[in-house]
C-alpha cells in the first residue's frame, strides 16, 4: 500500500513538474499593462516568400527538406570575395545577410494563405495595366533593383533612389540585407523603425481619423488597436507609383487594404503576420505569417536619401558618355 501511494505521489509531482517546465513563458508587459513589443527584431531568413513548386500540397519542411533548404540558400548566396566574377560588377556575397536559417515553424513559405503557398494571379484589370506599364517602356520603375535607363532619377528603382527600402515595407519583407526593425511603445503610438532606408512609421492608437484619401503615402496611412494581446494595424491610401517587392509590376491601387498584427509570442519571439488585400491587382487576398526573432544587436544608420551620390555620378557619367559620343 505503502509502495503504491509512493508511486501516485510520485506521478503527480512529476506531471506538476512536467506542466510547469511546459507552461508558456509570460509575455512582456509594459508599465501601462499592454504587451511591450518592444525591441530590435531580425526578420532575415531562407524560408522562400512562396511555396518551392516541388513541395506543393506541404505546409511545412521535413527536418531533411529544411536541411536542404539551407544549403542551397547558403550555395546560392555563398561568400565569393572575386568581384571580377560578377555580372555586372557588383557588390560580392560577402555582404548579403539573406537569413542562414528557415523559420523556427518549418513552414515552407512566407505565405501561408491561399494554402498552397502562391501568390494568387493577378485580375484580369492589373494585367492591362501591366502591359500598358511595358508599353509606356516599363514606367513607373516601383521596385525594379537595376532600373530601365539612366535618362533621369525617374529611371532608377524607388530604393535606388533613397524613397523605399526594397525590404523595409510595410509589410516586412525578408530580402538582401539589413533584415532587422525596432518597435518603440506609448500608452497612444507605436513606432515601427526599420533600418533599411530607416524609414519610421508613427502609428496611432488613440483612434484619431486617418488620413483624406486624397493625400497618398509612400508608407501609407496607418491605424492600429489592440484585440487582446495583439496589436492589429490597417494601413491605406498608398502612393500608386509604390510597388511590392516581390510582384513588381503590382503598384497599390486606391483599394489596398494592409492589415498587420504584432503578437508578442514569448520573450523571444515577435509574431509578425500581415493579409495583403487588393481587389483591383490579386484575385484573392493572401497572407504571411513571420516570427520575428529579438535580438541585442542595435540599428545602424543606413545613409541613404533621395539624390545620393551614387545615383548623381551615374546620371553625370551618362551625361558624359552622350557628350563624348555626340549623341546629345
Not at 523605399?164 to 497612444?188: C, I, K, R
Not at 532606408?197 to 496607418?222: C, F, K, M, N, T
Request: aromatic share 10%.
Amino acid at each position: 500500500m505503502f509502495r503504491k501511494t509512493l508511486i501516485a505521489t510520485c506521478l503527480l509531482a512529476c506531471s506538476a513538474v512536467v506542466a510547469t517546465a511546459q507552461s508558456p513563458e509570460p509575455v512582456p508587459r509594459t508599465s501601462w499593462g499592454a504587451p511591450d513589443l518592444q525591441g530590435v527584431y531580425d526578420f532575415g531568413t531562407a524560408t522562400p516568400f512562396q511555396r518551392p513548386l516541388e513541395l506543393e500540397g506541404r505546409a511545412e519542411f521535413t527536418a531533411e527538406e529544411a536541411a536542404v533548404q539551407v544549403e542551397r540558400n547558403a550555395e546560392r548566396w555563398q561568400d565569393d570575395v572575386n568581384t571580377e566574377n560578377l555580372t555586372p560588377p557588383n557588390y560580392n556575397n560577402f555582404w548579403f545577410d539573406y537569413g542562414s536559417d528557415v523559420l523556427s515553424t518549418r513552414q515552407s513559405s512566407l505565405i501561408v494563405d491561399p494554402p498552397d503557398g502562391r501568390l494568387p494571379p493577378f485580375t484580369q484589370q492589373q494585367e492591362e495595366r501591366v502591359e500598358a506599364e511595358r508599353a509606356a517602356g516599363g514606367r513607373p520603375v516601383r521596385t525594379h533593383p537595376t532600373g530601365i535607363g539612366v535618362d533621369g532619377p525617374e529611371d532608377r528603382g524607388l530604393a535606388e533612389r533613397c524613397l523605399l527600402g526594397f525590404n523595409s515595407g510595410p509589410p516586412l519583407m525578408p530580402s538582401v540585407y539589413n533584415n532587422y526593425m525596432q518597435v518603440f511603445q506609448t500608452p497612444d503610438h507605436v513606432v515601427i523603425l526599420a533600418e533599411m532606408v530607416h524609414e519610421a512609421r508613427i502609428i496611432p492608437l488613440d483612434g484619431s481619423d486617418p488620413l483624406s484619401d486624397r493625400i497618398p503615402q509612400w508608407l501609407g496611412d496607418s491605424r492600429g488597436w489592440w484585440e487582446g494581446e495583439t496589436l492589429v494595424i490597417q494601413t491605406r491610401n498608398f502612393v500608386a507609383h509604390r510597388g511590392f517587392s516581390v510582384a513588381r509590376a503590382a503598384g497599390p491601387s486606391s483599394k489596398m487594404l494592409l492589415t498587420e498584427r504584432l503578437t508578442r509570442a514569448d520573450a523571444g519571439t515577435l509574431l509578425y503576420e500581415y493579409t495583403y488585400d487588393d481587389p483591383e491587382v490579386f484575385t484573392q487576398p493572401f497572407s504571411a505569417s513571420i516570427p520575428l526573432r529579438r535580438t541585442d544587436s542595435a540599428l545602424f544608420e543606413y545613409s541613404c536619401h533621395e539624390g545620393n551620390y551614387g545615383l548623381m555620378n551615374m546620371l553625370r557619367g551618362a551625361r558624359a558618355e552622350e557628350k563624348e559620343s555626340g549623341s546629345r
